[in-house]
């Protein structure tokens, strides 16, 4: 009886014990918790749920190229700033982690010129509407520009419902080609070149076209090809937004939720390599890539297997030698280099003089906008602070100013810009801030081998935060397709 007894209840155990036996957890390694590396995490739980765990190593700060300054107890961003209305990702997380958007100036007045000696065009006159001065400069460019800057960003916007129905894109070109024809081909010539074959005019290219890639990208428009020449432009004459509190918190909230998350973990140290494994048992819990870190408090060296491994962070030439890929020879075979940015803080008065402004314009003149490219600086401009809303801000007590210059700037450089009594410099940071474009442009490869992916290839087609959230989508939706998950139809509503 007592052996039966104890057969029975073998027999029970063997049936519980099948019946807590876990499914094996796909584990995933992302290197970068910028809003890139966050947001695969994110998109990762949302389609494999508790089926994956989640490592995200980090070496520097959360939020990478997204944070703030504190001045005299007052936030202003330093890196990532602006939000076009119609990136929908952005706007939906900041929804979801209950943060909320503040309109950037939208009473901004400004003017153009070419080194600094006269107005080639300014919004500041109280007078004469904007529209006149815009028709008389720079004729029907001005509304054909619109219109048919309108028609591309429409297009752009298919992204989002292909990827709510759960269409991937393997490589960069695929994902231009999908939203529109154009898009690719944008990639092979400079922006310049792009632009006067759409019929556009050489002023118009020279200052309004070069205004807006000097200063989103801090290269000129023979310089940069059309696509990021392109999303430049769509930020111009857009309405504009930023995170209240700063757009680091995006990354920073949505990584604080995550890690409320089972089998979400986040480890301080800098990844020194990855590099694919060969599995000999698929049972074996090794993983196919070995990943190789140092923690932020130790020497050593912890190698860690993973299923698979998402870089989030760009790779370029500056970098490609500490960080250890074992990849196709395309990073060393091509040249990607980053463009460097220096954001410069400064209290002061901007010099009015030269551009023979009246006291009341002088007094709302909130930024100057360089188009020699040769000039050491892009733009200076007034800043918001990042927690008060326009009509707060309309008169700050002490101005802020942050000037953009591709190379560190000089006394000499600031008292051109500054009445030379009147400024002070805060703190220049210095970026590797966007890829440097070229044309044709190189594209590098979203999957560098069968188990690493690369999330900031995107960064080459454009770079801001919205990209980083859909090509962070796309990664996810990659691996749920390779591991066979079902996906959900048309899932709209993320939530956390
Ligand atoms: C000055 C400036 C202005 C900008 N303006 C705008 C703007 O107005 N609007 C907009 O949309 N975008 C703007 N951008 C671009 C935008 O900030 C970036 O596209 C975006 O923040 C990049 O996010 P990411 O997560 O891909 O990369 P990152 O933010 O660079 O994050 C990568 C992270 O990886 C970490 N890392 C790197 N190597 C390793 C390693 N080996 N081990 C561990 N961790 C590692 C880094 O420390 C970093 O935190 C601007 C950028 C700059 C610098």
């Not at 008389?136 to 429409?154: E, I, N, Q, T, V």
């Not at 002061?348 to 020699?372: H, M, P, S, V, W």
């Not at 069968?450 to 919205?466: D, G, P, R, T, V």
Request: aromatic share 12%.
């Amino acid at each position: 009886m007592i052996v039966r007894l104890g057969y029975i209840l073998s027999i029970l155990c063997t049936i519980v014990q099948c019946e807590h036996h876990e499914t094996p957890k796909t584990h995933i390694a992302i290197i970068g918790a910028g809003i890139g590396g966050i947001a695969t995490a994110y998109w990762l739980k949302y389609y494999l749920n508790d089926s994956v765990a989640i490592t995200i190593y980090e070496s520097d700060q959360v939020g990478g190229r997204l944070r703030t300054l504190n001045i005299d107890e007052v936030e202003y961003e330093a890196g990532g700033t602006i939000i076009h209305d119609k990136n929908l990702y952005m706007k939906r997380l900041v929804d979801e982690l209950g943060l909320k958007q503040l309109n950037h100036q939208s009473s901004f007045s400004y003017l153009i010129t070419d080194d600094g000696s006269q107005t080639l065009f300014s919004t500041l006159s109280r007078y004469i509407p904007s529209i006149f001065h815009v028709i008389w400069r720079y004729g029907l460019d001005a509304f054909r520009f619109k219109f048919w800057l309108d028609k591309k960003l429409s297009n752009f916007l298919r992204i989002y419902d292909y990827q709510d129905n759960g269409r991937t894109f393997e490589t960069v070109e695929e994902f231009l080609q999908m939203l529109d024809q154009d898009f690719y081909a944008a990639t092979r010539y400079s922006f310049r070149k792009y632009l006067f074959e759409k019929g556009f005019h050489k002023r118009f290219i020279d200052e309004i076209a070069q205004m807006a890639t000097l200063v989103n990208y801090d290269q000129s428009v023979d310089a940069i090809n059309a696509f990021p020449g392109l999303v430049s432009l769509m930020a111009s004459g857009s309405t504009l937004w930023h995170v209240e509190g700063g757009n680091y918190l995006v990354p920073k909230k949505m990584l604080e939720n995550l890690l409320k998350q089972s089998d979400v973990q986040f480890v301080k140290g800098y990844v020194k390599s990855v590099a694919e494994t060969h599995r000999i048992d698929v049972d074996d819990q090794g993983g196919n890539v070995r990943l190789s870190y140092q923690p932020s408090t130790s020497d050593l060296v912890n190698s860690v297997d993973y299923d698979h491994i998402v870089i989030a962070f760009p790779l370029h030439r500056d970098n490609i030698a500490d960080f250890v890929v074992q990849a196709t020879d395309s990073f060393y075979q091509y040249d990607y280099r980053m463009q460097s940015t220096h954001a410069n803080f400064l209290h002061g008065k901007l010099d009015c003089q030269k551009y023979n402004l009246t006291d009341d314009e002088c007094q709302r003149l909130n930024a100057i906008f360089y188009t020699k490219s040769s000039l050491p600086y892009r733009c200076v401009a007034q800043q918001q602070p990042v927690n008060l809303n326009e009509e707060q801000n309309k008169k700050p007590d002490k101005s802020v100013y942050k000037i953009f210059s591709p190379e560190e700037l000089n006394l000499l450089h600031y008292e051109q810009i500054f009445d030379k009594e009147n400024f002070k410099l805060i703190q220049d940071i210095p970026w590797l801030a966007y890829p440097k474009y070229e044309h044709p442009q190189k594209l590098p490869p979203i999957q560098i081998n069968k188990n690493i992916f690369y999330l900031n290839a995107m960064e080459w087609s454009s770079s801001c935060m919205e990209i980083e959230v859909i090509s962070a989508r796309n990664i996810a939706l990659l691996v749920a397709k390779k591991l066979g998950v079902e996906l959900k139809h048309s899932d709209k509503h993320v939530e956390f």
